[in-house]
Structures are given as structure tokens and as C-alpha cells.
């Protein structure tokens, strides 16, 4: 169990391709149940069509899920890289838009939130309150919703306009096309361990 | 702008120094609003007197919040609450200073929307409303530790609640 | 090669090409009711992929085969396997009795005989309603065994409705059977021999608006989509449901959506019939494609512009309203008939 | 009420029903509709929220079901609380203003205004009639924008999504003059202690007036889609009963209240910035069900309209913040000009406003109810507390009353009718 040994150390890329073998971190290409990847082709073509089916999750914790709303109104309208399927259950999204500040009492259900994506999954954090704290600065606000889950891309602003938004994720369809994600090469299930054996509770 | 009080406010003021006389600590005014300090003890009697008063007819509790004066040492916290009365249309501020642990008897009896304020009161300064159905912390996450809306208690850092943030770029 | 051999050799052909063609039907249909969706709300709905958008659905595809398999830890594992193919069989199997051009007769196809439909089965409409029946244990049953408090009230609602409004769809349906006098589809289409106003859809006003209602609740959409009902349940009984095997619901939910078009419309509008006889020269199966494009686009136009009903409000229409409306309908009709002859 | 007229259904059933009903026939009907089970013990609890489709942000409600009839709801706030009020009390009374529009980020400005108007009563701030123009307009366009987004959710609530983007389509405008008039769509941070922190910009005028003239017709669309639909009435109609006794004990304000009969709004009641001096109704409706509600923010929005239009008309000219060098900003054209501007914005920037001792309470009607706002001042820069006593606080606070004995799906058109905003109630 090389890898999990430091939980802050980020392991090198040896260690990460024998950690996948074992389904150890997450990340990686597509597998077949006996454990065969697929040929890189294949998982090209369905990064494509997956990056025009990105569902996230219908979730929005404060102003910044206003103009996630916003962009999937008539003016702006996400349904045309087919993303306006928001899906209220996370069970069918692929990804989360981190849409405001996280506190600490949230905080647990966001990770789980994000754990109960199935994977391939990619998270933006939509605004100054999710990347930083913003001016929250205060007792009960996690300061950047990085420091729970993986995150793939960042959008400031506060909250940020719909264009904006929109650059997040087509920057997010990129990086779905090139099957890459922020928990490449992680330890399965990263936030649960920093939540449960980080210290103090959370 | 300190123009006095509007004629309904010196009915409401003459009408609780009628029957409470002496024992209203004070009365202040500041920008037209009228601030009536009672005791602890009096509390209850004097809200009560309020939301039941032809006169007075109190009906709608507009927000019950606690305070903390760190430097009136002998009763550093204090309960506001501010009424309105929708047959009236005037509003009133009831205060009453309190020391460090003592209770106050739950208002949630007559107005049912004291409810949410007094366990805000309570997990923010630790003042006990004495009889409330349900005081638990409501805004903080239920194992929080302190009372963080205390002068003492720092605005920063994860001092009550417990999520570590310091593994930013980590996992 | 002697005619059984024949028959054989189209029957592995029906058999195959029908359920690929419904499927390419059915991820137009998605794609379509994503854009319908986009037009009734001033927006353009799907775009990029594919002139149009067209394509989108494909995508859709790509994405939820290579999802990951989520299986809740304290579900109930084999039937929660089992409820996607529970939904999404039964739906396929009503497809072999609908007719879909003419049967029987000369030989029309290289001088042999070729039936516009897969199995001449000679109770078809029951057939269909035995598997509409079926549907609903794909959903109560998905619904259960998630072991989630949203699946179960979903399952328990879908399951509900579509038992009540299934019997306002039997009883309706009923009255069609009375006036072609045989339960096989097949025959029901060819009592509609004639031009548009010699089908059913005059003499059967009622029953076919009774039936078309209770087909909305039988395909679980707007105003009736109590069962999904994403305000109110996150997603019903698909709550727990992840990648393909969500996807199998949702694909069968619009394969159900093709099938009950096609069903409505050999019941009421005539099936693979020409509106005027003087068209008879077009073939069958594209005028039953046109009018499933029609009844689509209908469930899709009610679907995008009506809000949803509460529960209770949706079980006493059922029982109130559509069920005597049904059988009054099939008293009439058959009153009539016996007059009649 | 004159003003009723035009709210009466054009569905004969919806005339029937808008006669006024008393306290008692309310209590009854309210007595009628809610079912009254006892728990029998088979209760399913499901927990609905912080993360569902209609918790508006993360409301969390533990339900006590029988069947599909609610028999308790415990709600559970808490999960935006970022401790706005301690910030407050390490800002300035400028730094502070910032901080306010994020409390109901849904109408920004009209907390800044709470703001404002309490801290200017608190100091002797005397606005000057252009920046109250400025600011009751801003204001009621912001009223605008919030009651459009509601309605786009609470339909979409009841089920259909088509309304959502209809109506975020007309809240774009609203929010186009927004960014024309403040630079932000949402989070305006716009009031200023004696003003407002911007003049109108060239062409505002027209470009507003166009779409208030524009925006009464979608309004009547809407109303007619409302209005026509069976089944929207079917749900809406005698469901969610609150009355006005009720609305008192809870602290119900604003669109409820007004729609349980009680014709108070504070823009009339407590008159501040420049609504003596506009006419408009308060919009009143009696049968304080979620039907009702709809028909006063309906009406609402069309007074609104009514209040830009005379606000524009009305436009006086003169300066938009009060010259109050102890208290308020200078005009930011003038601080790259004058010296005197110059000192008083370093020295209100570094060193804020000289407040007096005291302690104050003001109200103002925000989009969604009464929202207070309490400063206790020890004198200096920064208030000794502040307390924003929010509508949605006590609105969240009365989902109890408001739903046990509902169905569910009564609930999300209830919760849906109240309009609650989690930013506003966490604080």
C-alpha cells in the first residue's frame, strides 16, 4: 500500500501505475471487468461523445448557483453541448459545480456528494467562495472547496458571469475529451480519508 | 434627528410605567426608538404585558438577538428583542442585561417565532432560554465548541469547528 | 427456396432490423425532446454534436456505457441487477405483434409472401397490456430494492398509477376490440380499411382520449410523471440508478414511448394505413412513422407546457374520471355493435 | 381595493373564490384541508435537502411521512452560516456593505438599502432626493428580478422546467440594466451611507423604460399561463393555508402576509427613500393559499413597474450621495478633481465613518419580506453588533406550520410559495 502511506506526499508516476493495476488510486483509462484497458482510440472516441454529455449535478449552494441557472436560461443555454440535463441525483451526474461558499457544516455532504458520482468525474469550483473562501474569512467557511475535493478547474468572480462559467467548462469538456481528472493518480475515495482520519472531526 | 417619540410610543411608555413603575430599569430613546430595560426577573412579566395590552398589543415579535459587552462586567451579555404591533403599527426594543450563565425564561410562548432566535442566541452566546422546547445549535454544525459570536472568540481559523483545510493541492 | 424458408430467413430479418430501427427512432426521439424542449422554452436546445445536434443522443450513449457501476452497498443486489431488464424487456417484446404494413395476401417481395409484421400473434392487445403490466414490476422493483426512502415512494407511486390507469387503458381499449371483433392487431388495422374518418378514432372519441391520457401515465411523462417526479423525489425510483443501468430505464422509458405511439395509432389512427386511399401507393410503414412522429411530438408538446399533478389529485382522476368514462365507453359500444348486427 | 380587479381569474371558478373570506372561514379552511393523522407508527422519514431540486439552495427538511402526508417536519438550517454578522463587527460601516448583498444574493440591493437605512438613521444622514430616486428605483427593479426567478422555480417546482428558462429569459433584461446601472448582475453593492455609489449612466433612462414597458405584457402572458391552467389552480388552490394570525405568530412577512389579507408593506407603513413620494397599491390578495401568493407578487412586479416608471419621470437632479464628510464617501468623480473629496475619501476609506453611541432597528420591505437590520454603535468606525434579522430566517422557521399536515407534494409548492433564500436565512 505504497501509496497511501503519506497522505501528503503526491506519489510518483511509477508508484501510480502500480497502484492502478491494483485499483488502488483512481484515475486512469477505462477498464474492462477483467481489468484490460482499452485501447487509447476507443477511449478517444468516447471522451468525445462524453464531452458532449456532460450532466452535472443539479446542486448550488449559494449566489454563484443563481447564474449556474443563469446559464442554463434561455440567454446563455448549456443545452447546447447537451449539459442542460442537470441531473438532481448524483448517481447519474458527471460532475459537480461547486457553486458558492462550503462550510464546515456542508462540507461532509459535499464530499459525499462527490463520492456518489460515479466516475469519470470532474468538479469545477464556481467562484471566489468556492476556490478561496473568499471575504469569509471566518469561523465557519472552508477556505477553497480544494481542500476536500479534487479540483479540475477554477473559476473566480463573485459570483462570476455565465460567460465565465461557460469558459470553466468548456476548459472541463477539454480536459473530459483527453480523459483527464483532477484525481488522476490519487488515492481512491481522497476526501473521505482526510475527513475521517484528518485530524480533528469534522 | 432625535426628534422625541411619536405620540403612540409615550402611550406605550406611560402605559408600562403604570404598571410596572419603578421596576423598569431604564428607558432610552435613540433616533425614535424606544429601548425599555427590565430584569431578568421581569422579563417574562413584561412580555407577556406586551403581547397581551389592549394598548400595547404586541403581535409580531420582529427579532429576539443576544449581545455581548465584554466590558459591563458584571452582566456582559444582554437580550434584545424588538416588537411590532400590527393593530398599532409601533415598535418597541426590550432589553435586559444578564451575567455569564444565568437563564432567561423562554419567550417561544408567546410568540412562537422566538423559536429559531433564541437557540441563535443561545449557540452564538451561550445564554440559556430557560423552558425552550428545542435548544440546540441551529446555524453551527452540532458538535461546534464555543460561542463564536463572543468578543473573545476569534473571527478566524477553525477554531470551533473541525475541517482541516491545510491540505490545499494535497489530495 | 420454398415459402417457409422464406418466411424464416424475413423473420430473422424483421427480427433484427425492427428492434435497430425502433432503437435509432428512440435516440432521435431523445434527441428530439431535448430540442422540443429547447424550442417551447426560447432557447436551441442541442447543438454541436452532429449537424444540428443530431448526434447527441450517441454521445449520450458513449457517456453512460463507460460510466462507472455504482450499486449501493445495502441495496437488495440481484433484483437491483434485475429491475432495468424488467423494464426494458417487456417493451421490446409488444413491437413483434404491431403491424407495421400489410398482412397476409399475395406474394409481394421477390415472389414470396412478406407480412408487415413480425408475429401475427392473435392476442396482441392483450399481449401489449400483459406487458405494459410487466413494466410496472421493472419500476416498483427498482424502486424497492435501492434501498433508498426517494426509490421506494417512487416505486410505490409508479406502481400505483399505472395499475389504475392501466385499467382505464383495458377498458378503452376494449371498446376497439368490440367493434373489430378479434383481439389480434393485425385485424384491428384491417377494420379500419378505408379513408381517415372510417378508423376508430370517430366512433371511439372517448375511449381513444381515455386512452391516450392513460397512456401519459403509463409512460410515466408530465403530468403524470409522479413516479420521477424530480421536485418532489430527486429522481424516484431511478434515484440510486447509475451509468447503463440508469440508461437501460430511460432508454426503455422511450422505447415505451415509440411502442405506445404505434399502439395509439394502430388502435385509433389506423396504423400502417393512409389517411385517403388515393395515397395507398405510399408504403405502410411510413405513414406508421409519420403518425408515431405525430403522437410523439403530441407527448412531447404535453409534456414541455403542463405542470404535474399531486398524487392524490392523479389517483382520482384515474378512478374517478377515466375508468367510468372507459367503461360507459365500452357499455355504449358494445350496445351499439348488437344493435347493429 | 381597486387594484383587485385585475388580478380576478379569468377561469369563473377563480372568481368565485376571490371574494374575501374572514379569519374564521380561513381557519376553517385551513382546519379542512390539512389532514390530521395520527402517527400510527408506520412514519417513514426521509430527509429532504441540503441537496435537493427544490430546497432552493440547502434548506434541509427531515419529513415525517405517513404514506405521502407530512406528519412532522424538522427543519435544519445552518449549512451556509459563514458568521456575517461577527465579520460585521470587524468592518467598517463602507466594508460592511459589501458584505449585505451576499445575505440575499437573489435581490442584493435591496439588503444593501436595509443596510443603509439603518445606518443612516443611526448617524443623522440626510440622503439627498436624487440618490433616494436612485434607490428606490434600484430597488424595485431588484424586486423585479427576485419575484421573476421565483416564479421560474416554483413553477418549475410543481413540474414543468419550460416556465424556468421563459422567465430567466425576462430576468436577463432586468439584470442587463443592472449591469449598465451598478456594473455587476447580481451582487450590486450599490448603496452607499447617504447615496448611492454611482449617477445613472447615459442612456439608462431609455433603456430602462423600454423594458418596463416591455416587461407588463410578459407579466400577462405569465399571468394568463397561471391563471388558465386547471391544474395549476388545482394545486395551488386552498393549499398551504397560512393566515394572517399565523403570519404574525411566525413572523410571516411581505408576499405571504399580503396575500393573507393584511395590507401591510413598509414602503407605505414605514415610508423610506422615495416612496411617499410615488403612488403605487399595495397588492392585497385573501385567500392565503399558494395561489394567492402568486397573484400578489404578480401584481407586485406590475407596481413595481408603475414605481421605475414615476422614478425616471421624477428623476431630480443634484447630487446621489449626501456631502456628509463625517459619514458618507464622496462622489467618486470628484475625488480626482477636488481635495477636499480627495481627504474625505482617504479618510473615510482608512479610517470609516465617526458614528455615534446608540443603537437603532430599521426595516425595510425587501422583495421577500421585512427585513431588519440592528446596529449598536459604540461610537468609531465599526459597529459593536449587528444583527440582520432576514425574512427567510423566520419564513424557513415556519415550513412547520406551514406544511405538517400537506402532502409532499404540497410541501414543494409550499416551500416554493414562501420564498426562501439559504444565504439570507444562515447569514
Not at chain 2, 125 to 138: E, T
Not at chain 4, 196 to 222: M, N
Not at chain 4, 243 to 269: F, N, Q, Y
Request: a neutral charge.
Amino acid at each position: 500500500m505504497g501509496v497511501m502511506d503519506d497522505p501528503l506526499r503526491r506519489p510518483s508516476d511509477a508508484e501510480v501505475g502500480a497502484a492502478l493495476q491494483q485499483n488502488e488510486v483512481m484515475g486512469g483509462p477505462v477498464r474492462l471487468p477483467g481489468g484490460i484497458a482499452l485501447p487509447v482510440q476507443i477511449e478517444r472516441v468516447l471522451g468525445f461523445g462524453r464531452s458532449f454529455s456532460f450532466w452535472p449535478l443539479l446542486f448550488g449552494l449559494a449566489c454563484c448557483a443563481i447564474e449556474m441557472m443563469a446559464l442554463g436560461g434561455s440567454r446563455f443555454d448549456m443545452a447546447r453541448f447537451g449539459m442542460e440535463a442537470m441531473r438532481a441525483s448524483p448517481r447519474q451526474a458527471d460532475g459537480m459545480i461547486v457553486a458558492g461558499w462550503c462550510t464546515i457544516k456542508m462540507a461532509p455532504r459535499v464530499v459525499r456528494l462527490y463520492e456518489q458520482i460515479p466516475d469519470p468525474k470532474w468538479v469545477l469550483a464556481m467562484g471566489s467562495c468556492a476556490v478561496s473562501g473568499n471575504v469569509w474569512d471566518t469561523y465557519h467557511v472552508v477556505q477553497g472547496i480544494d481542500s476536500l475535493i479534487p479540483v479540475d478547474v477554477y473559476v473566480p468572480g463573485c459570483p462570476p458571469r455565465p460567460e465565465a462559467l461557460w469558459q470553466g467548462l468548456e476548459m472541463i469538456r477539454d480536459r473530459v475529451k483527453q480523459s483527464r481528472h483532477a484525481y488522476d493518480g490519487l488515492r481512491r475515495i481522497p476526501a473521505r480519508e482526510v475527513l475521517l482520519h484528518g485530524e480533528p472531526r469534522p | 434627528m432625535n426628534e422625541g417619540l411619536d405620540t403612540s410610543l409615550t402611550v406605550v411608555l406611560a402605559k408600562l410605567e403604570k404598571r410596572f413603575g419603578g421596576r423598569l430599569r431604564k428607558q432610552t430613546e435613540c433616533c425614535g426608538d424606544l429601548t425599555i430595560t427590565v430584569e431578568p426577573e421581569d422579563w417574562m412579566r413584561v412580555l407577556s404585558f406586551c403581547r397581551s395590552a389592549r394598548e400595547l398589543a404586541f403581535d409580531q415579535l420582529d427579532c429576539l438577538l443576544g449581545d455581548h459587552l465584554p466590558e459591563r462586567t458584571g452582566a456582559p451579555f444582554e437580550v434584545v428583542v424588538h416588537l411590532l404591533s400590527h393593530t398599532h403599527g409601533h415598535r418597541l426594543r426590550v432589553t435586559t442585561p444578564l451575567a455569564e450563565g444565568q437563564d432567561l425564561p423562554t419567550i417561544t410562548g408567546l410568540w412562537p417565532s422566538a423559536g429559531f432566535d433564541e437557540r441563535e442566541a443561545w449557540e452564538m452566546y451561550g445564554i440559556v432560554f430557560a423552558g425552550h422546547p428545542d435548544l440546540r445549535r441551529l446555524l453551527t454544525t452540532e458538535d461546534f465548541e464555543g460561542f463564536p459570536m463572543r468578543k473573545d472568540f476569534p473571527l478566524r481559523g477553525t477554531v470551533g469547528g473541525r475541517i482541516r483545510t491545510d491540505l490545499r493541492g494535497k489530495i | 427456396m420454398s415459402d417457409p424458408v422464406a418466411q424464416l430467413i424475413f423473420l430473422i430479418i424483421k427480427a433484427i432490423v425492427m428492434p435497430v430501427l425502433i432503437i435509432l427512432i428512440v435516440a432521435f426521439a431523445i434527441f428530439f425532446e431535448r430540442k422540443f424542449a429547447g424550442f417551447f422554452a426560447g432557447r436551441v436546445g442541442p447543438t454541436y454534436l452532429g449537424p444540428w445536434g443530431s448526434l447527441q443522443s450517441f454521445g449520450d450513449i458513449f457517456k453512460l456505457i463507460s460510466k462507472e457501476d455504482l450499486i449501493p452497498a445495502k441495496s437488495d443486489k440481484p433484483v437491483f441487477k434485475l429491475a432495468p431488464y424488467i423494464a426494458f424487456v417487456p417493451v421490446f417484446l409488444v413491437m413483434a405483434v404491431i403491424p407495421f404494413g400489410p398482412v397476409g395476401g399475395e406474394a409481394n417481395l421477390f415472389g414470396y409472401r412478406f407480412d408487415y409484421v413480425i408475429a401475427s400473434f392473435d392476442a396482441g392487445l392483450v399481449l401489449f397490456l400483459a406487458m405494459g403490466a410487466m413494466a410496472v414490476y421493472g419500476v416498483v422493483l427498482g424502486g424497492w430494492s435501492s434501498n433508498s426512502n426517494y426509490s421506494l415512494l417512487g416505486g410505490l407511486r409508479a406502481g400505483a398509477q399505472m395499475i389504475s390507469y392501466e385499467l382505464a387503458m383495458g377498458f378503452s381499449a376494449a371498446g376497439v376490440m368490440l367493434m373489430a371483433g378479434s383481439m389480434s392487431l393485425i385485424d384491428i388495422v384491417d377494420g379500419q380499411a378505408g379513408n381517415f374518418w372510417d378508423w376508430y378514432w370517430i366512433p371511439q372519441i372517448v375511449g381513444g382520449l381515455v386512452f391516450f391520457v392513460a397512456s401519459i401515465a403509463e409512460l410515466n411523462r408530465t403530468p403524470f410523471d409522479l413516479a420521477e417526479a424530480e421536485q418532489e423525489l430527486v429522481a424516484g425510483h431511478l434515484t440510486e440508478y447509475s451509468g447503463m443501468r440508469w440508461g437501460m430505464f430511460y432508454f426503455a422509458e422511450y422505447v415505451n414511448l415509440v411502442v405506445v405511439s404505434m399502439i395509439v395509432s394502430t388502435l385509433y389512427l389506423g396504423g400502417w394505413r393512409a389517411p385517403l386511399e388515393v395515397l395507398d401507393f405510399i408504403p405502410g410503414p411510413i405513414w406508421l412513422f409519420l403518425k408515431i412522429c405525430f403522437l410523439i411530438f403530441v407527448y412531447m408538446w404535453v409534456r414541455w407546457t403542463i405542470i404535474r399533478y399531486r398524487y392524490n389529485q392523479l389517483m382520482s382522476i384515474g378512478w374517478k374520471v377515466l375508468l367510468p368514462l372507459s367503461i360507459a365507453n365500452l357499455l355504449v359500444t358494445a350496445v351499439v355493435i348488437s344493435a347493429v348486427n | 381595493m381597486s387594484g383587485t380587479q385585475d388580478t380576478q381569474g379569468l377561469v369563473p371558478a377563480a372568481q368565485a373564490l376571490s371574494r374575501r373570506p374572514s379569519l374564521e372561514e380561513l381557519r376553517e379552511r385551513k382546519d379542512r384541508t390539512r389532514r390530521h393523522l395520527e402517527p400510527t407508527g408506520d412514519v417513514m422519514t426521509i430527509s429532504m435537502g441540503p441537496q435537493h431540486p427544490s430546497m432552493h439552495g440547502v434548506y434541509r427538511a427531515v419529513l415525517d411521512l405517513d404514506g405521502e402526508v407530512i406528519l412532522a417536519v424538522r427543519p435544519e438550517i445552518g449549512n451556509l452560516h459563514r458568521g456575517v454578522e461577527k465579520l460585521c463587527e470587524h468592518r467598517t460601516y463602507h466594508q460592511i456593505i459589501p458584505l449585505t448583498d451576499r445575505l440575499d444574493y437573489i435581490s442584493g440591493f435591496a439588503m444593501n438599502h436595509g443596510f443603509c437605512e439603518a445606518a443612516e438613521k443611526l448617524m443623522g444622514v440626510e440622503v439627498p432626493a436624487r440618490g433616494r430616486y436612485i434607490r428606490t428605483m434600484t430597488h424595485e427593479l431588484c424586486r423585479i428580478s427576485n419575484h421573476i426567478l421565483w416564479l421560474g422555480t416554483s413553477i418549475m417546482d410543481l413540474g414543468t422546467q419550460t416556465f424556468f428558462t421563459i422567465c430567466f429569459r425576462d430576468r436577463e433584461y432586468v439584470l442587463d440594466l443592472f449591469e449598465m446601472l451598478t456594473g455587476a448582475r447580481m451582487t450590486h453593492s450599490f448603496a452607499r451611507i447617504g447615496g448611492v455609489a454611482k449617477d445613472l449612466p447615459d442612456g439608462f433612462d431609455h433603456r430602462c423604460r423600454k423594458v418596463i414597458d416591455f416587461l407588463p405584457k410578459r407579466l400577462a402572458e405569465y399571468e394568463r399561463i397561471i391563471k388558465q391552467n386547471r391544474i395549476f389552480l388545482k394545486r395551488a388552490k386552498n393549499v398551504g393555508i397560512f393566515t394572517s394570525e399565523d403570519c404574525h405568530a411566525w413572523r410571516v412577512t411581505g408576499p405571504t402576509l399580503r396575500a393573507a389579507g393584511i395590507a401591510r408593506d413598509l414602503r407605505k407603513d414605514e415610508p423610506y427613500a422615495a416612496y411617499p413620494e410615488v403612488e403605487f397599491d399595495v397588492a392585497v390578495e385573501y385567500n392565503a393559499d399558494v395561489y394567492d401568493r402568486f397573484l400578489v407578487r404578480m401584481k407586485e412586479m406590475r407596481e413595481s413597474c408603475k414605481i421605475i416608471r414615476q422614478c425616471l419621470d421624477k428623476m431630480p437632479p443634484g447630487p446621489f450621495l449626501a456631502p456628509d464628510a463625517a459619514h458618507s464617501l464622496p462622489m467618486k468623480k470628484n475625488v480626482l478633481r477636488d481635495s477636499a473629496a480627495m481627504i474625505q475619501d482617504f479618510y473615510q476609506v482608512f479610517r470609516g465613518p465617526q458614528v455615534p453611541r446608540g443603537s437603532v432597528y430599521r426595516c425595510v420591505e425587501a422583495p421577500k419580506g421585512e427585513m431588519g437590520v440592528y446596529i449598536r454603535s459604540e461610537g468609531g468606525a465599526k459597529p459593536a453588533r449587528v444583527r440582520f434579522s432576514t425574512p427567510s430566517f423566520y419564513h424557513g422557521q415556519a415550513v412547520p406550520a406551514l406544511v405538517e399536515g400537506e402532502m409532499v407534494a404540497d410541501m414543494i409548492a409550499i416551500f416554493a410559495s414562501v420564498d426562501v433564500v439559504l444565504g439570507d436565512c444562515d447569514r
